[in-house]
């Protein structure tokens, strides 16, 4: 695979791979710990130090790897004694003949500080780094389908416990313990854990915790009242995310929360019967703002606290939890291989939360659900 450099001699980022997915994407290469990538007009190159040089050359998809130990005893030549990463690196970019270089636009400022002090010209890439990663080939769309069977596994774990649970003064207790939002997220990780998945950041939100998108949720769960469970695990052998929110009730729901929820729902699939190619994120956004007026539910701020529905419709899933394209107010058009999520929500105080979630695929005349768990919600 060939690199456009509008004039650069090659593409440079440094970073640990394990928390950069741009690196991870054109390296196919985790580490913990930073290295130094190349990508010339016909070639990739990675710098690895010794602790994982073998391994790169197993794994990494690139076509050299060179010593980091080399270029920095060439270094200490030069008189450092212990050179720093950065002085490795010029004399890396020495050897190779590399003078005008693109960077990504998160690059280390000091880094990049002591190259342009040493002759070196840097240029900020366009972003996003690599928009190709957005069309995932079917290789992606499996990693991404196995991380949704772990996520189903973790939802299901969820709401059996929920399920399960019996009330006392209207709080859930498990197994004669208190079922808080806590708990729950505990066994949702170690099932994810089962499953080669790591969850982090999982949503276990009741009452109006829910009705803040990202609060995790704390505390006893309770009785009639919504309870928003949104599971986003990353697969351990991949890397590739999957993400699925249900709303649940334990035991019978104010006809309040039952309407929201049946409105939700509808909404949920009002936007996935437009997901297809050549469909306008926004456009379908706004269809759910407008159904959601003409059903009576306003949006904005009331008691100090933005209320009704008030964020995105969904968002591109792979290599990060959030990614492109977007389906919201940027005018982003879908194409075949998106993979999206689909997930509107409403929040009021007093009433509860609810949102639910679907990953699908965007196919030539329309999508995959990559999530088959039925939704659910008084249980």
């Known amino acids: 695979m060939s690199r456009q450099l509008n004039g650069a001699d090659a593409l440079l980022m440094v970073g640990a791979s394990d928390r950069d997915a741009d690196l991870y994407y054109a390296t196919r290469f985790r580490a913990p710990d930073p290295f130094v990538f190349l990508w010339t007009t016909g070639e990739k190159i990675l710098l690895a130090n010794s602790l994982e040089i073998d391994r790169a050359r197993d794994q990494a998809r690139v076509d050299r790897v060179l010593a980091y130990a080399e270029y920095e005893e060439r270094a200490k030549e030069r008189g450092a004694d212990l050179p720093a990463a950065k002085e490795v690196l010029l004399e890396l970019l020495r050897d190779l003949g590399l003078q005008k270089l693109q960077v990504p636009a998160d690059f280390p400022l000091g880094t990049a500080d002591f190259l342009r002090s040493a002759g070196v010209a840097l240029e900020v890439a366009g972003e996003p780094l690599f928009p190709e990663r957005q069309i995932k080939d079917e290789d992606e769309i499996a990693s991404v389908r196995r991380a949704m069977q772990a996520t189903e596994a973790g939802m299901e774990t969820a709401i059996g416990g929920i399920r399960a649970a019996q009330v006392r003064d209207g709080a859930l207790f498990l197994e004669g313990e208190p079922l808080t939002s806590e708990r729950l997220r505990r066994m949702v990780h170690q099932t994810l854990m089962d499953c080669d998945s790591i969850g982090e950041h999982t949503i276990i939100a009741g009452g109006d915790q829910g009705c803040d998108p990202h609060q ?10 919504t309870i928003i469970i949104d599971i986003f695990p990353r697969d351990e052998r991949s890397g590739y995310y999957g993400d699925l929110t249900r709303t649940v009730c334990k035991g019978a729901a104010p006809e309040e929360a039952r309407r929201l929820y049946q409105t939700v729902l509808a909404a949920q699939q009002l936007g996935l019967d437009q997901i297809r190619p050549g469909a306008q994120g926004h456009e379908i956004h706004q269809s759910i703002q407008q159904f959601f007026i003409e059903a009576g539910y306003e949006t904005g701020e009331r008691d100090g606290f933005m209320q ?18 977007s389906i ?52």
């Open 328 to 379: 919201g107010r940027r005018e982003d058009q879908l194409v075949a291989g998106h993979i999206v999520t689909v997930e509107p929500g409403l929040y009021y105080r007093d009433l509860g939360g609810v949102r639910i979630e679907d990953t699908v695929v965007v196919r030539e005349g329309g999508y995959e659900n990559l999530a088959t768990l039925p939704k659910v919600f008084e249980v």
């Open 308 to 325: 009704g529905y008030f964020h995105g419709t969904g968002h591109g899933l792979g290599l990060e939890i959030h990614e492109g394209p």
């Open 216 to 225: 995790e949720g704390f505390g006893p769960l309770r009785a009639h009242e």
